[in-house]
């Protein structure tokens, strides 16, 4: 239910940005708030299950996510969507952590593999189906059948957890850092919306992103102040004196920026520039999650090699799919978009594993609890930056290079002067140079797309030399 949701809204945005009358920045809200509430709530899952219990905290969260996806589907403007995709975020944040954790306790250690192993195909399957069922909904009724279609899984889910899972021992009673939760949350929050937002209004030439940039310094500043002073930390400092943790800490971050990108810009690409149909659109997404398997399924039979040729890998298959997207042009074809999806899916089957591997190899194990909070904070936030930062430089490059374009379109231009040109354009016609003003704006946009692209290869590459850092603690036989 959870991995669903994750990507299927993505296929559907150019149907979403049309039907709320909504710009391309303002439509990536509903993937990038989604992504940061999770962020912000998935740290607090140990504080509430050891408040409430795992059984009640499973039932609340499934409960609320559910109804929280209904409300989306029944949204009326662009704010209301945006109001509850963030609640869906926040209600969802605990399932995925909770629910490994009963599959943990549910099973003897040496059954750990196989249940883990069993509990991955709905990580897998998820990403796989979900572009795909999405893309077919939102061709045949409209968007919002893409959350619609989640409700009956919310529902059996729900039921299964009141007639199955039952509470665990409970742990001594955590208590919450309120102070440095709330100043890292609105630092994250302020953050974001300065990136979504920064674009449209001229960025430091607006007070509101001012005043946001001047929110988040402060609050962060107040969080690493209080951090290095109170006794029991939101954030516990001895976790960073850990060599490899930081250097997990930083590709995990290198990885959350490179997860979604992709699936958040292809699908306008391919319907604002090429008239691609959402079913189509569902279907090359769907492509990723098959690269996303066959990654999985590699690594299970290649475990026994060292984690950071995996990494090293994943990583360049990252940027090889980034660069090919980079040599897109106003004709690309479905094969160049599955091939390149493919390759990025591949890219992140190979990195998942290795990723915790290398962060937790030589982290003491009294504090894996708080460094996996740590771990799906950073990746979930290098996501919704990542997005943020790629769609205001597509709109930002696209502006500039439209400026550009039109500084070639003029009367005197030798290609008017083409044989087949002439026969095209008739430059006395109102209509014709509306048609060319719509082509040459296409093509601005176009470059945009390809800027983007260029800067996810950049990202991957950036964390190649980060990989030659990690020394790996050798394990006993």
């Known amino acids: 239910m959870y991995a669903l949701t994750i990507t299927i809204a993505n296929v559907s945005l ?9 710009t391309q920045d303002q439509i990536a809200l509903v993937i990038t708030f989604n992504i940061v509430a999770t962020a912000v709530a998935t740290p607090m899952t140990g504080w509430l299950v050891a408040r409430f219990g795992q059984r009640r905290l499973l039932l609340f969260s499934v409960a609320a996510f559910t109804l929280s996806t209904l409300a989306c589907g029944l949204a009326g403007s662009l704010e209301m969507l945006v109001f509850f995709r963030v ?16 599959v943990l306790a549910s099973y003897p250690q040496s059954k750990h593999g196989t249940a883990t192993a069993i509990f991955g195909i709905g990580v897998v399957i998820g990403p796989l189906i979900a572009p795909t069922i999405g893309g077919y909904l939102s061709e045949e009724y409209s968007w919002r059948w893409v959350f619609f279609m989640i409700v009956p899984f919310g529902v059996a889910s729900f ?70 002073t109170t006794q029991k930390p939101f954030l516990n400092p001895a976790l960073f004196l850990d060599r490899n943790f930081v250097l997990g800490m930083s590709l995990t971050l290198v990885f959350g920026l490179l997860n979604f990108t992709p699936m958040t810009l292809l699908p306008g690409l391919l319907q604002n520039l090429r008239g691609y ?19 999985f399924a590699c690594l299970y039979f290649g475990n026994k090699y060292d984690a950071r040729i995996w990494l090293l890998l994943g990583f ?51 504090l894996f609890p708080e460094g996996s909070s740590i771990f799906h904070l950073l990746r979930n936030i290098g996501s919704s930056v990542h997005i943020s ?21 003029t009367p005197y231009a030798k290609a008017w002067k083409l044989p087949s040109s002439g026969a095209a354009w008739d430059l006395e016609s109102v209509q014709t140079l509306a048609r060319i003003g719509g082509e040459v704006q296409r093509q601005g946009l176009m470059i945009g797309y390809i800027n ?26």
């Not at 150019?14 to 909504?22: F, H, I, K, T």
């Open 389 to 409: 930062i790629s769609v205001a430089l597509v709109l930002h490059s696209s502006k500039i290079n439209y400026g550009h374009l039109v500084e070639s379109v």
């Open 277 to 295: 149909p959402d079913g189509i659109i569902g279907l090359l997404l769907g492509v990723r999650g098959l690269g996303t398997l066959l990654g």
């Open 87 to 102: 609640l869906q975020g926040l209600s969802g944040a605990p399932l995925a952590p909770t629910a490994q954790a009963i």
């Open 14 to 22: 150019p149907q979403m940005q049309g039907a709320l009358s909504a």
């Open 452 to 477: 983007a692209f260029y800067f996810y290869t950049l990202t991957a590459v950036a964390a190649l030399p980060l990989i030659m850092l990690v020394r790996m603690k050798k394990m006993p036989p």
């Open 159 to 228: 039921l299964g957890c009141w007639a199955f899972v039952v509470d665990g021992i409970r742990g001594a009673r955590i208590r919450l850092d309120w102070t440095g939760f709330i100043a890292l949350s609105v630092a994250i929050a302020c953050f974001q919306l300065l990136l979504d937002r920064g674009e449209r209004n001229s960025w430091l030439e607006s007070t509101e992103i001012v005043l946001e940039i001047c929110a988040a310094a402060l609050c962060f500043y107040i969080f690493v102040v209080h951090t290095f």
């Open 316 to 366: 360049f298959l990252q940027g090889a799919s980034g660069w090919m997207m980079a040599q897109f042009d106003i004709n690309v074809t479905t094969w160049d978009v599955a091939y390149a999806s493919f390759l990025q899916g591949l890219g992140t089957g190979f990195l998942w594993v290795p990723l915790t591997l290398v962060t937790f190899n030589t982290l003491p194990q009294r």
